[in-house]
């Protein structure tokens, strides 16, 4: 597509439901990212994907986080048995890893989550 | 290791202004440094990038920023704000520009343009 999708736009869940945000990268793109916003903490890096494969999954916070991508593209972050402290913007980034590749991402709009 | 320090998370300014914002880094390795805006409820758009060509970058919205290896600053700036300027900027380090280039944030700093 144009842009990175992301859905749904927002969501309210219960605590201790499970939910699952989408990402869909621009086309061609094959470096895909996650990132959390927290108000006031800035950008937290999550997970990154090249290809289907994620070599950096250093920034989940804790097991109730996961993540995948099939087809080289779209990419599903879910997160198990939610909590209050899992309130956020989830936003998806994504960029080019070949044909003048300077390290730009490009990011989606982001899922907010609200834990109630 | 990288990181970035953004010098205010909050600034204000009157319309027609001088604009600067605050941006430090740390890295090991050469830099790559990106300059985001963020405008409410909206995803992040690149303002402007260093990558190792020349120092003074200019980017999108009359926005431009300065490499300065001495100094591990980054700072951008605008002459004169508008009100659109409003949003929120986040300074980001890459750590490199090759096989992974994730970023590294900021935490922000939030801009208020007074009429």
Known sequence: GAGVSQSPSNKVTEKGKDVELRCDPISGHTALYWYRQSLGQGLEFLIYFQGNSAPDKSGLPSDRFSAERTGGSVSTLTIQRTQQEDSAVYLCASRRTSGGNTGELFFGEGSRLTVL | AQSVTQLGSHVSVSEGALVLLRCNYSSSVPPYLFWYVQYP?????????????????????????????????????????????????????????????????????KLSVKP
């Open chain 2, 41 to 109: 409820n909206q995803g992040l758009q690149l303002l402007l990038k260093y990558t190792s060509a020349a120092t003074l970058v200019k980017g999108i919205n009359g926005f431009e920023a300065e490499f300065k290896k001495s100094e591990t600053s980054f700072h951008l700036t605008k002459p004169s704000a508008h009100m659109s300027d409003a949003a929120e900027y986040f300074c980001a380090v890459s750590f490199y520009g090759g096989s992974q280039g994730n970023l590294i944030f900021g935490k922000g700093t």
